[in-house]
């Protein structure tokens, strides 16, 4: 990852091929979270499943974070921080654009973390709070790319379908 970062990067943001094709990513969503997400499917295709995460019938077993309390307050920390590094990708004091860009990460990260609430409740009778801060952090990552540019309408959408895509790919991956 650490030689593809700056390659990728250069692409979409240093003007390289993607950039002047019109690709467009304003803080990161393709540059970190797609790329390290492709890195990430690499080693576990190299590595294969945890142990523990089929059952013998081949069902997905959930694995459950060791700690509720860390793993909730690592979310909180990483939608904080999200709060600097979007409005911070603007590289200006611009207030209207700073609290639109905060706006819409916020809105799209709470519509995944009630998606994800919501989906789960349905499929199993009670809240999960392991896919509600799954579902708060794809809302966080899904918009990274165009939260300057999308209405809260669309920041909407975009939480939504996040929460919908991070409950289909733990319940049945």
Do not use: E, Q
Not at 67 to 82: D, M, N, R
């Amino acid at each position: 990852v650490a030689l593809v970062y700056p390659i990728t990067g250069h692409w979409i943001w240093g003007g390289g091929f993607l950039a002047s094709g019109g690709f467009f990513d304003f803080a990161g969503s393709t540059v970190v979270h797609s790329v390290g997400g492709w890195a990430a499917l690499a080693g576990i295709l190299m590595l294969g499943p945890r142990l523990g995460k089929y059952g013998p019938d081949g069902r997905v077993n959930a694995i459950p974070p060791h700690s509720y309390t860390s793993a909730v307050l690592g979310c909180f920390v990483l939608w904080l921080g999200w709060f600097g590094f979007n409005p911070g990708s603007t590289m200006a004091v611009d207030a209207n654009a700073i609290a639109h860009i905060f706006m819409t990460t916020n809105t799209a990260a709470f519509m995944g973390l009630l998606t994800a609430t919501t989906l789960t409740w349905l499929w199993d009778g009670k809240p999960d709070l392991s896919m509600i801060l799954n579902g708060t952090l794809a809302g966080l990552v899904a918009i990274t790319a165009a939260c300057n540019v999308v209405s809260v309408g669309s920041s909407i959408i975009i939480g939504l379908i996040a929460g919908v895509l991070v409950v289909y790919a733990v319940l049945f991956f």
